[in-house]
Each structure stands twice: as C-alpha cells, then as structure tokens.
C-alpha cells in the first residue's frame, strides 16, 4: 500500500527534507513512490518510523533522550552498583538513546536511497561544533 501523505511527511522531516520545494527532491518524491508501491520495503519502512516516533516521544516525554536509563546515586566505586530511588536518592538521567534514533533514520535514508539534508535528533543534542577559518 503506498505511504499516506502523513507518513511523507514523516520521512521527509525526518530525513532533513522541506515540506515544501518538491520540485528540486523530486529523488526522494520518486523513492517515495517506488518503495511505497513496494510492499515488502514499504512495511519496513513503516517499522523504522514506528521506532523513530516511539523515540522522539520518548525523548519529548523524558525531556533527555529516548529510552534513557534512570539509577540511584552510586553505592559503591569498585565495582558500581547503584542504591534503589528513594526520596533521598532521586537519581540520574545517563543519556543515550538519541543515538537509536539516528540509527533508524540511517536506515531508512538507506532504503530510500537518498542523502540527509539534516540531523533531526542533534537539534536538542549540539555535538557538532565547527572550529576552523573565519570562526
């Protein structure tokens, strides 16, 4: 079954690319055409959206990172162990599942054949500082 315009909509904000200005990603128009008709690669790729909504709730919900891991404060040092959350130990947010979600998207850049034009998941996490002439 070809993709609704939602989940085109989806891939095209996922995969960096403008709602509007159809005309000059008419690679990724077509793709979505070509793989929507595709009944195999189009469940696939409902799949990998599926993954990367439940991530990106995940992360809007928690207000870190998808599928983020919370523990008591450490217990011990040599070997780490953490002490059950209680209210004098209200824990800490290890970061990590944003990296997930890059890599569902990776995946369906892949599918589609077609290069990222931007980054979803690094707009909240900013890894990427460039220091070189004119900075």
């Not at 000059?24 to 189009?42: F, H, K």
Request: proline share 1%; no cysteine.
């Amino acid at each position: 079954m070809a993709f609704t315009e939602s989940e085109k909509s989806q891939i095209r904000r996922y995969l960096g690319f403008s709602g509007g200005y159809r005309d000059r990603s008419y690679i990724l128009e077509s793709m979505l055409d070509v793989v929507g008709d595709n009944t195999v690669d189009a469940e696939y790729a409902r799949e990998l959206l599926a993954g990367i909504v439940a991530v990106d709730e995940a992360m809007a919900n928690t207000g870190t990172s998808g599928n983020a891991s919370t523990y008591g404060s450490i217990k011990q040092v040599d070997e780490i162990s953490f002490h059950p959350i209680t209210a004098e130990s209200t824990g800490v947010t290890i970061i990590a599942g944003y990296k997930y979600g890059e890599v569902l998207i990776e995946r369906l850049r892949a599918l589609l054949g077609v290069d990222l034009q931007g980054h979803y998941f690094r707009g909240t996490f900013n890894r990427s500082v460039f220091f070189g002439p004119g900075i």
